[in-house]
Every structure is written in C-alpha cells, then in structure tokens.
C-alpha cells in the first residue's frame, strides 16, 4: 500500500508564508505527477499546483506568482510554498500521487493526503 503524509498548514495572517510538504511511503515503483489540491468550505476540490517526475509545473492562475511547487524524486515528497496568502487560500489541501506500485503495472493510481488545514486571517 502506498500513504501520503501532510505537514505545514496552520493559520497565518494575510500576507504570510506557509510551507506544505508532502511524503509518499510504501509500494512505489515511480511517481508520474505530484500536485495539491484545495477544498474550501462548501465548494470543489480544485487544482492548486502539480509538478511532474522532471520540472514541468502547472499552477491554478489564482495562486501563480504567489505558489511554488517543488519536488525531492529521491525522497518522494512534494513542497508547496505559499507566499502572500489571502483569505480566499483559506483550504484544506490535499496531497495528491500518481504513481505506480510496480514495473509490470500497466496503468498509474491516483493517492491522496488525509488533508491540512490552512486558514488565512484578514
């Protein structure tokens, strides 16, 4: 089996800087894409960023130029470092894997983070 452990949220003012980080342990083969994802109270999970196994990263326009998503291949975690927050980043972000298990496995499996709160103050 694979898990997918969060770290970093908690509550900042508005202009503050957060740092997720997110390891994957167990079963794993290769990882394709990393990526997190927000859902705020009473709305969609919607993408934040993601970031392949080389350097091609994909961000939401609404966090671009305030977001930067990195990644460790040797250390299968994922980082998410968010500067000026606002109150609408206010989320639980999800950590999300797609990877596979082993090398005769034909097609990847999604796996998500339990979820940490990131609350942003005005």
């Known amino acids: 089996q694979v898990q997918l452990v969060e770290s970093g949220g908690g509550l900042v003012q508005a202009g503050g800087s957060l740092r997720l980080s997110c390891a994957a342990s167990g079963s794993i083969f290769r990882i394709n894409v990393m990526g997190w994802y927000r859902q705020a109270p009473g709305k969609q999970r919607e993408l934040v960023a993601t970031?392949?196994?080389?350097?091609?990263?994909n961000y939401a326009d609404s966090v671009k130029g305030r977001f930067t998503i990195s990644r460790d291949n040797a250390k299968n975690t994922v980082y998410l470092q968010m500067n000026n927050l606002k109150p609408e980043d206010t989320a639980v972000y999800y950590c999300n894997a797609n990877l596979l298990m082993t090398w005769f496995q034909v097609t990847p499996y999604d796996y998500w983070g339990q979820g940490t709160q990131v609350t942003v103050s005005s």
């Open positions: 970031i392949t196994s080389g350097t091609d990263r």
